[in-house]
């Protein structure tokens, strides 16, 4: 079936460390985008990528870094420069010409 | 400053009754509207979409109105059941559903819960 797979679901750091989210589509879809929900704060935009080699930064990019080799991978990583990196976060991607975003089931980041 | 307000963290209905979701917006560039569906720890799912040229966008017991004057939309759902209780998010975008460098700005969500 198609659709977004992100992994891994639950992941547990030590303060400090780096971590990478991963994000895979088999949609075919050339746009895709992170998102990190907290409590009471909705969804808020990290980054997002139109095609593949080419991303832009959200309105809270400040602490993490993407990449986008393949068009089926848009990998998320949380530096230790990102001050409150516990949230959960949320994959999405997008046909070219459809306003629509799928949603991966979504990682929640614990660091401790 | 938050472009996409949902007032409302939280709504109850009854069973069988309408609920009404509303969303305010205040950058007058916005000209796509979306609702998502979400449950605890997934992603959300997409319900409906409304563009600025309509006024209103109906999909069986969802139906989504858009005053553009007001910058407000509001999402119904008639009737109400007991698989609605959803955090429910309202988006908006620019440039149509689809152009470049399109990305959706969300609302904080109104949690549903639709009693039995």
């Known amino acids: 079936d198609g659709g977004i797979t992100q992994s891994p679901k639950y992941l547990f750091r030590k303060e400090g460390q780096n971590v990478t989210l991963s994000c895979e589509q088999n949609l075919n879809h050339d746009a895709m985008y992170w998102y990190r929900q907290d409590p009471g704060q909705g969804l808020r935009l990290i980054y997002y990528s139109q095609i593949v080699n080419d991303f832009q930064k959200g309105d809270i990019a400040e602490g993490y870094s993407v990449s986008r080799e393949k068009k089926e991978s848009f990998p998320l990583t949380v530096t230790s420069a990102q001050k409150n990196p516990t949230a959960f976060y949320l994959c999405?991607?997008?046909?070219?010409?459809?306003?629509?975003?799928?949603f991966g089931e979504g990682s929640r980041l614990t660091v401790l | 400053d938050q472009q996409v307000k949902q007032n409302s963290p939280s709504l109850s209905v009854q069973e069988g009754r309408i609920s009404i979701l509303n969303c305010d917006y205040t950058n007058s560039m916005f000209d796509y509207f979306l609702w998502y569906k979400k449950y605890p720890a997934e992603g959300p799912t997409f319900l409906i979409s409304?563009?600025?040229?309509?006024d209103k966008n109906e999909d069986g017991r969802f139906t989504v109105f858009l005053n553009k004057s007001a910058k407000h939309l509001s999402l119904h759902i008639v009737p109400s059941q007991p698989g609605d209780s959803a955090v429910y998010f309202c988006a908006a975008s620019t440039g149509g559903s689809g152009g470049s460098n399109y990305k959706l700005t969300f609302g904080k969500g109104t949690l549903l819960t639709v009693n039995p």
């Open positions: 409304i563009s600025s040229i309509k």
């Open positions: 999405a991607s997008r046909a070219g010409n459809t306003g629509e975003l799928f």
